[in-house]
């Protein structure tokens, strides 16, 4: 009798080793929809960089969403303290983060401490250079002056704005 047991014992045990290694339950890499899936999901994010002087930018997301060689970030806020102590702001709807370049796209809006603003449906901002760029339309704004084009480069670090095709009017004050 006890033998009969051990055998139907035995029997039962090697089919339930043979289903879960079969089975193969820990496997998650396998997606229905076929879309890429994030590794890590972060909400409320915030991305500090911290260099000798202090901080040097922070950039906010309301949603960020890590893969292997990105970041994907929602609703972009980024603040950089530039060499002549002025303060830039860029502003996105998304944003894509890899290798020290931030893509920014829908409703990009970059302002500077001294009333300089920038609006463009799409930009790339290389972090190592500090310059920001764009192939899409845009408008500049400073004071008085506005200024629209075709695409543009910025480098925040000399304050020079290279543009094609632009049109840029000038308002005056009647006397």
Known sequence: MAV????????????????????????LEYNY?????????????????????GVDSIVFAKKADRYKNYDKMYGVEAFH????????????????????????DGDVKY????????????AKYDLKNKILSSRVPFEFIKENVKTDGESFTYDMQKGIIRANKIKTVIRTEKK
């Open 33 to 53: 929809s076929g879309k890429k899936r994030a590794e890590i999901e972060i909400f409320g994010m915030k991305n500090y960089t911290i260099s000798s002087k």
């Open 81 to 104: 303290k530039g060499e002549r102590n002025l303060i830039d702001t860029l502003v996105a709807n998304e944003g894509l983060f890899t290798k020290r370049v931030l893509y920014l």
């Open 111 to 122: 302002t500077r401490s001294d009333d300089l603003a920038l609006n463009t449906n799409s």
């Open 4 to 27: 009969r047991l051990l055998k139907y014992f035995l029997i039962f045990f090697v089919l339930i080793m043979f289903f879960l290694l079969t089975k193969n339950p820990y496997s």
